[in-house]
C-alpha cells in the first residue's frame, strides 16, 4: 500500500470544493483551485476525488510539539506564550530549500521517511494544549491550507477552552478559505519567498501574485498577520527585489512584522551556503527605509534585532534572546491594546 492510498484512510468529505459536470470537482482550499476529476488528487496530492465527492485530510497527526510562539515566529502575539503545535502531510507548493521537506514533500519524494501517523481527534488535541497551558494551537509543519476542515475542527474544540488558533503558512490561499478559517484563526504567518513571479513558479509552483493577493486579503480580514522571508543567496538576496518586496508589505501595513530569516544548505538547495549576517543587514535597512516599523533578524544574535522597541521614542519594549522573552513592558490597555510604556505610542499586535 502506498503511503497516499494510506492516507485515505485518513479523510473525510471535503466542504471547501464544489462540484463539477461529468463527477469532477474544483477544490477551493488553495489558489491552485485543482479541477479534480474522478479517482485523482490535487496538485497536493492529498485532497482526493472519490465518487465524484471531494475528500480531505482527517484524523491524525505527522507530528506535536510545544513551542514558544517566538519560534512560529511570531513577535506580536502573546510573548512567551507556550504553543501546542501540529502536522499533517502534504504540501501545495514543492520548495527545493524547504526545512520540513520531510513531512511537506512525502507524498512526492520517495527519499522523505516519516515515523508511524497518530490517529487522533479534533476533541484530544484541544485538551493536549490546554492541558499543558498553551494559549495558543498552531498547524504547521506541512501546509495548513490544504487541511483547513481538519485544523477548523481542532481550532473549534481549542476556542471552547479559551485557546487562540494559528497558521503557519506559504500564504498561498484563495478567498474561499479565508473566509471559512477567520471565525477560527487568530494568528496568520506567510512566508512570502521572493518577490520575483518566475522564481515563485520555478521553485515554489506557485504565483507571486496569488501570494500577495492573499497577504491583503489576510490584513484587511483582521488576522494578526507576521511575514517571514527566507533570504538565499542568490535567490532572493538582490537590492532591487527587497526593495520591491519590503515596499509592498508597507503598502499593505507598516505595523505587520517582517522577519527575515538566514538560509542554511538543506533538502535540494545545497549549491550555496549560508546567509552571511551582513545580507540581513542590508534587508534590515531596506526594510527601515520603506517605512516598515517592526523588522526581526533573529539570527545574529547580540544586535539587539530581536527585540521589540517603540517605532516613535526608540525605547526596548520586548527584549529576547533567541525565543526566550527575557522582558516585556509593553503596557496593555483593558480593551487589549498594547502601548509603549514610556510614551504611550499604540504597538500593533495581539497582547492580551
Ligand atoms: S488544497 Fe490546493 S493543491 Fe490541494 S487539491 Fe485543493 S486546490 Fe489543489
Redesign the pocket.
Same mark, same amino acid.
Given at each position: 500500500m502506498t503511503l497516499e492510498d494510506k492516507l485515505r484512510e485518513y479523510s473525510a468529505p471535503a466542504e471547501l470544493c464544489e462540484k463539477l459536470a461529468d463527477g469532477d470537482t474544483r #477544490?477551493?482550499? #488553495?489558489a491552485?483551485?485543482?479541477v $479534480?476529476p474522478q479517482g485523482h488528487?490535487? &496538485?497536493?496530492k &492529498?485532497?482526493f476525488n472519490e465518487d465524484g465527492r471531494l475528500k480531505a485530510p482527517w484524523g491524525y497527526i505527522s507530528g506535536c510539539g510545544m513551542d514558544p510562539v517566538e519560534k512560529k515566529p511570531f513577535f506580536h502575539a502573546l510573548p512567551g506564550a507556550l504553543t501546542l503545535s501540529f502536522g499533517m502531510l502534504g504540501c501545495?507548493f514543492q520548495c527545493s530549500f524547504c526545512q520540513n521537506y520531510l513531512t511537506s514533500q512525502v507524498l512526492r519524494d520517495p527519499g522523505c521517511h516519516i515515523g508511524e501517523l497518530e490517529p487522533t481527534t479534533p476533541e484530544k488535541l484541544a485538551a493536549a494544549a490546554h492541558g499543558v497551558g498553551a494559549p495558543i494551537i498552531v498547524s504547521t509543519y506541512n501546509e495548513p491550507? $490544504?487541511t483547513a476542515e481538519w485544523s477548523t475542527a481542532v481550532f473549534k474544540e481549542a476556542r471552547k477552552l479559551g485557546i487562540r488558533g494559528a497558521y503557519v503558512s506559504n500564504g498561498y490561499a484563495s478567498p474561499e478559505v479565508l473566509e471559512y478559517i477567520r471565525p477560527h484563526v487568530d494568528l496568520y504567518k506567510v512566508d512570502l519567498k521572493t518577490f520575483s513571479e518566475e522564481n515563485y513558479r520555478k521553485v515554489a509552483g506557485g504565483t507571486l501574485g496569488n501570494v500577495l493577493k492573499a497577504i491583503e486579503m489576510i490584513h484587511a480580514k483582521g488576522f494578526w498577520l507576521e511575514i517571514v522571508t527566507l533570504l538565499i543567496p542568490g535567490f532572493n538576496d538582490g537590492a532591487a527585489e527587497l526593495e520591491s518586496l519590503a515596499g509592498f508589505i508597507s503598502g499593505v501595513s507598516k505595523d505587520i512584522p517582517w522577519h527575515i530569516t538566514a538560509f542554511y544548505p538543506t533538502y535540494n538547495m545545497t549549491d550555496r551556503g549560508a546567509t552571511p549576517p551582513a545580507t540581513l543587514l542590508k534587508a534590515r535597512e531596506i526594510g527601515v527605509k520603506k517605512g516598515l516599523k517592526y523588522i526581526y533578524t533573529g539570527n545574529i544574535p547580540g544586535q539587539g534585532f530581536e527585540d521589540t522597541n517603540c517605532p516613535s521614542c526608540g525605547k526596548t519594549l520586548v527584549t529576547r534572546r533567541g525565543f526566550r522573552v527575557l522582558n516585556n513592558t509593553i503596557k496593555i490597555t483593558k480593551k487589549g491594546q498594547g502601548l509603549c510604556s514610556h510614551c504611550s505610542t499604540p504597538i500593533a499586535g495581539v497582547w492580551k
Open positions: #477544490c477551493l482550499a #488553495c491552485h483551485k485543482c $479534480i488528487s490535487g &496538485v497536493c &492529498v485532497r501545495n491550507l $490544504i
